[in-house]
C-alpha cells in the first residue's frame, strides 16, 4: 500500500516578501445540502467541532473547521487520517436526508501564505478587497488565483490559508513565490 503524500512533498519557499509553504495533509469532505436542516448542521459540527460559519465565512481552529462554499455546500476539514470515520459519522447523522459527502483530500492542494507582507502578495493575484480592515479574521473568499480557481481566509495573524486543485498546486505554488519575489514590495497595505 502507498504512503498518502501531499501535492508538491512539503515544498517551501522564504526567499521573498513573504513565506510560501505547503501545509500538511489536510482531510477536507464536501458536505452539500440544505444548511436550513439541522441534521446537515449537525453532521458538520459534530466532525469539525466548531460551530457553523455565517455565508462568506470559515471557522477553522488549527486541523478541523467549517468553510462555507455556497448556499448548498461545506468544506469540512478534520485530521487526514479520521476522514473516512468521519464521513461515516456524517452519514449516521444525516440518514436518509438529501445530501453528498465527498472526501475531496487528495483532490487539493494547501498553502500558507505568510509574513507582514502576506496580504499585500494575495492582493496582486486576487480579485478581492484584501485591506485590513475589510478582510478579517473569519472571512472566506473563493475565488480565482490568477488563471485557476482558489479558496482562502486569514488562517492565523500575517497568515492565509490557499486551498487549489491538486492537479494546479506548482501552478499556485509558483504563482504566489512570483508575487513574492524580493523588492516587489507595494506597500499599499
Avoid at 516578501?17 to 452539500?32: C, F, K, S
Avoid at 469540512?76 to 444525516?94: F, H, R, S
Amino acid at each position: 500500500m502507498s504512503s498518502a503524500t501531499s501535492a508538491l512533498n512539503g515544498a517551501t519557499w522564504s526567499d521573498g516578501i513573504a513565506t510560501v509553504t505547503e501545509a500538511p495533509l489536510q482531510g477536507m469532505i464536501t458536505l452539500r445540502g440544505a444548511f436550513s436542516d439541522a441534521k446537515v448542521k449537525k453532521a458538520a459540527t459534530s466532525v469539525a467541532g466548531v460551530d457553523m460559519p455565517g455565508q462568506g465565512q470559515a471557522n477553522c481552529v488549527e486541523t478541523r473547521g467549517i468553510c462555507w462554499m455556497s448556499p448548498d455546500e461545506l468544506l469540512v476539514l478534520c485530521p487526514y487520517d479520521t476522514v473516512g470515520t468521519n464521513i461515516e459519522k456524517m452519514q449516521a447523522v444525516l440518514g436518509d436526508q438529501h445530501s453528498l459527502c465527498v472526501d475531496v483530500s487528495d483532490a487539493r492542494g494547501v498553502f500558507d501564505l505568510s509574513g507582514p507582507r502576506a496580504r499585500e502578495v494575495l492582493a496582486k493575484l486576487v480579485p478581492v478587497d484584501l485591506a485590513p480592515d475589510q478582510f478579517t479574521f473569519g472571512m472566506f473568499r473563493r475565488t480565482r488565483m490568477a488563471q485557476v480557481p482558489a479558496a482562502f481566509w486569514l488562517h492565523e495573524d500575517d497568515t492565509f490559508r490557499i486551498i487549489c486543485f491538486r492537479s494546479q498546486a506548482q501552478y499556485v505554488f509558483d504563482l504566489l513565490i512570483t508575487a513574492a519575489q524580493p523588492g516587489s514590495d507595494v506597500n499599499f497595505f
